[in-house]
């Protein structure tokens, strides 16, 4: 179970004698600029999400312990702070900031907790999540079962599963994901970079990638003000969520067969259609299954761009010169 806002040390599960310390980070509310704060409208909106999938999954962690802590914006109504710190009781510690977004506020924050929970170890973990996603009971767990005492590694798990906001429910394999992880040595004096310091897509140009392969790992919830709208994995039953996420999201949890049958195939024509519109997403399939069938791996560092980058980058050569 995570531990909450009393601040007790993380982690402190080891490993071939090197003790690690894991952190759980997320973004809620986080200013991206001086502007104005986010309205109460959009808070009280994403909070049901928070609630129905990233709360209800990190609570429902089994073999692992670790610490979460959330961002929000502390230009807030009363009354949504005062929500937040009842949800946080004994589940996460909200890191409250208006500071313009930078990995440097969860760097100061991770680093704090060492003054509150005694003699930090030397490894430390941290594990991104959106504020709107959710993960598998042990996700936690097996991303302290992937532990290597690597300075720099990333940890990804690339299957997880997309929901969207009729119920359905989607099998996605994603490279270098919004979950991922990263290993780093403590350094005396010096706060930790935090799993933040890379946008996760291009992790590789900051330290190598293993993909572990295992079943599905993680939610992303597919809604109207998320960055990413549209389902793009292939159509499944939702058994694989029934047995693996404790979620209070609404979503079809039983489909008759024939019904599945007759929605796979219409789901089918509409990739199609999608990857028509936008070749970069059968790239991102094809890499993904490529990288899939060998099995759990790691990919040296590297600034080279994947191959829908690559792609994408000799179209638009070609179009300049045109």
């Given amino acids: 179970m995570p531990t909450g806002s009393s601040g007790a040390r993380e982690g402190g599960a080891a490993l071939d004698g090197a003790h690690f310390d894991h952190v759980l980070l997320t973004r809620f509310s986080a200013a991206f600029s001086a502007a104005v704060p986010a309205q109460e409208d959009w808070l009280r909106y994403r909070l049901g999400f928070f609630v129905d999938a990233c709360w209800s999954s990190v609570r429902a962690q089994r073999g692992a312990d670790f610490t979460w802590l959330v961002l929000f914006d502390d230009r807030c109504p009363d009354d949504f702070r005062a929500d937040v710190e009842a949800l946080a009781e004994g589940t996460f510690t909200p890191v409250w900031s ?3 977004w930078s990995p440097a506020i969860f760097g100061r924050a991770v680093d704090d907790l060492r003054s509150r929970g005694g003699a930090p170890a030397p490894w430390l973990l941290t594990t991104r999540l959106d504020s709107d996603d959710g993960i598998a009971r042990d996700f936690m767990a097996a991303v302290q079962q992937e532990f290597t005492p690597t300075d720099g590694l ?7 599963v997309q929901i969207d906001r009729s119920g359905g429910t989607y099998l996605y394999d994603q490279l270098s994901s919004p979950f991922l992880t990263l290993v780093e ?10 799993v933040y310091m890379a946008r996760h ?3 590789r140009e900051w330290g190598p990638l293993r993909e572990v392969s295992a079943p599905p790992m993680w939610v992303q919830v597919i809604h109207g003000t998320n960055l990413l709208n549209m389902t793009v994995g292939a ?4 058994r694989v ?6 979620l209070e999201l609404v979503y079809t949890r039983d489909v008759p067969a ?9 789901h089918r024509l509409r990739l199609v259609r999608l990857w028509w519109r936008h070749p970069g997403e059968v790239t991102k399939w094809a890499e993904a299954k490529f990288w899939r069938v060998r099995g759990t791996h790691v990919r040296p560092r590297s600034s080279t761009p994947n191959l829908t980058e690559a792609l994408k980058a000799r179209a638009e050569r070609l179009g300049r010169r045109r």
């Fill in 201 to 203: 897509a291009r992790a």
């Fill in 98 to 100: 208006h500071e313009p």
């Fill in 235 to 238: 159509r499944v039953s939702p």
């Fill in 258 to 266: 024939v019904r599945l049958l007759r929605e796979k195939l219409t």
């Fill in 241 to 246: 969520v029934n047995e693996r996420f404790d």
């Fill in 154 to 160: 990333f940890v990804d798990f690339p299957r997880g």
């Fill in 185 to 194: 040595r403590r350094r005396p004096g010096t706060p930790p970079r935090t």
